[in-house]
Every structure is written in structure tokens, then in C-alpha cells.
């Protein structure tokens, strides 16, 4: 079994914040384990303080549903087969986009999440990430078995 270890969760910081940057924006950027916990978390300078619990309720939200929050937006709106999702589990679920699990050999392994930007923005962000984490799975290395 795989766990994001620090020195990977380090990594995807640096790419989310990267990606981040050039796009003029100043985010929250959390990284989750396997069971939603948190394994690293950065605020940028300026970046909402509200951000904090959005981005880490979003990467928790991407492992806890094992999909990309993107993915919860349309369903839980009125008339959806979700509408209400949002409200459920102390209202940790979050139905706004930036938010995506890290999987590993079909494996839900962890989660990132992303917060300041637009839904589109946070996911950009949150892909850059998801990019470092395919890479380095490709070589193995950084995650432990």
C-alpha cells in the first residue's frame, strides 16, 4: 500500500504553488492522506484566510467521495441526485472545484485541494500538482509501500 509521505506532499506544494504563481493568485493549498488527514498544508502571502478549511475540506472531500469535487457541483444542485450533499457530514463536503484525489495503482492514496482562485483556477492548480505526483510515481520514488 502507498502513503503520501512529507516529501512528497512537499512536492506537490511546490508545483501547486508554481502554477499558482503564474497565474497571478495567492492560494491555500492542503494535502490529505488516505483517510482525509492532513499531511501538509501551505497559505500563500494575501491568500483568504476562509481558504484554509475550503482548501483542506476540499482535499478531504476528494478522498472521503473518491472523486474530483469538480464532480459534485452539478449533481448537487437543486433538482440533482446530490442536491444537498453539501450540507451533510457538519458541512465538511465541499461541492466547489479544486479538489482532487491522488491515486495510485487505482488506489485512493490522498487528496489535494486548492483554495483563492476560481473552481477552474483551483483545479488548474490542483493539476499541476496531480502532474508531480503521476511523475514521481512513474520512478517510485518519494512513496513508500
Known amino acids: 500500500m502507498h502513503k503520501i509521505t512529507s ?3 512537499k512536492a506537490l506544494l511546490v508545483a501547486a504553488e508554481r502554477k499558482s504563481r503564474e497565474l497571478g493568485l495567492s492560494e ?3 494535502i490529505v492522506d488516505d483517510g482525509g488527514n492532513l499531511v501538509a ?3 500563500m502571502d494575501n491568500a483568504r484566510i476562509a481558504g484554509i478549511d475550503i482548501a483542506q475540506n476540499k482535499a478531504w472531500t476528494s478522498v ?3 472523486m474530483p469535487t469538480a464532480n459534485l457541483a452539478q449533481a448537487a444542485l437543486p433538482g440533482g ?3 444537498g450533499i453539501n450540507i ?3 458541512g465538511k463536503i465541499v461541492i466547489l472545484g479544486g479538489g482532487i484525489p491522488l491515486v495510485r495503482e487505482g488506489m485512493i492514496v490522498g487528496g489535494i485541494g486548492v483554495s483563492g482562485g476560481t473552481s477552474a483556477q483551483d483545479v488548474d492548480v490542483a493539476n499541476a500538482a496531480i502532474g ?3 511523475s514521481i510515481g512513474a520512478s517510485h520514488s518519494g512513496v513508500n509501500r
Request: without cysteine; charged residues 20%.
Open 88 to 90: 451533510t457530514n457538519n
Open 28 to 30: 491555500n493549498i492542503a
Open 7 to 9: 516529501d512528497v506532499a
Open 64 to 66: 472521503a467521495m473518491k
Open 132 to 134: 508531480v505526483f503521476e
Open 41 to 43: 498544508f501551505l497559505r
Open 81 to 83: 441526485p446530490s442536491f
